[in-house]
């Protein structure tokens, strides 16, 4: 009698153990209110697709701007038409390229969420394991006095099954938040693109001049930093005025492409060339000295192709001093140009 008694006091503690265990906590409570956390995915593709029709509406307005140009080249009313569209789509790639950055860090972030999440579940599959073990623990006992044996092995079989549904669905975040990582990168370069393309001029290919002075900042920081020779050259194409009035503006804008063409043939490639107006250019150029920039362009004028629209440049030079700024080096530049064409 005193064994059966002890047996029933077992049986007895064993029931109430498993009627008054807690359930995980709540960010735990299992895949029903971990995939409630999920969503925003369907947004995300949205502004894609914003992004996508919004690119396409500035190519085309790009595109109608040039088309205008070329058929009326002459007429400056409809070339101030179409540099207000051109200048009205660069804006709107600086709006794209400044979405795709706040999508990107969106989707950084739901990335981050997934793995959070994805956490969550391996510890609810942990839990549900450990669970499992404990009741096939207590299936041998009650085995043993044949109370509820079919019940609790069909529990461990339901606790398994969680587990690796459980298991299933933070491999599926996995992918997915992998996945948002990969688009958020695409969508870096994108907007790193769409900067770039901003910044550069689109009949030259030299940097405009906003975006151009601000690197020259830069290049000037950086000389300061490192104790480097810093050369500017200004340069200016004689006689734009005349070929746009006697051959069309086409043919001038063919000087210009081809006076950047020859600039860039003397320059390196990590050189910083600037459009600063009309006719007006500025050379950046790090590491080298006033007489070797001069011996680089001065036959630059005889280099440029004979014909119609032959042209000739201006140049003026200066090396940056202590505690002269970007536009102090520019203006002595501009000022040693005037000076050569006096003498």
Known sequence: MTSERSHEVVLAGERERMRTHKAPPPGEAGPESVDEHLGGAETLSDRDQTFSDRDQQASDEDQAASDRDHERSS???????????????????LGVGHLREETAIERDRAARERDELAARRDRDAEFADKRALDLDHTQTLLDRYTVRLEELRARGIEGRERAARDRERAAHDRRQAARDRELGARDREESREDREH????????????????????????????TGETLVVAYVDVDGLKR???????????????????????????????????????????PGVSVDEVWRRFHDLGSELPAGPTVGSISLGLSELRDGEGAQELIDRADRNLLAARGR
């Open 75 to 93: 007429d400056s009313a409809t070339r101030a038409r179409t540099t207000a569209v051109r200048a009205g789509t660069t804006r709107e790639r």
């Open 243 to 285: 070929v746009n009035d006697e051959h069309g503006h086409s043919a001038g804008d063919e000087l210009l492409r081809e006076t950047v063409e020859g600039l860039r043939h003397h320059m390196r490639s990590y050189d910083l060339l600037v459009r600063l107006g009309g006719d007006e250019f500025l050379c950046v150029l």
């Open 198 to 225: 901003a910044g550069t001029d689109e009949l030259t290919g030299a940097r405009r001049r906003g975006v151009g002075l601000e690197e020259l900042e830069r290049e000037i920081d950086r000389a300061r930093r």
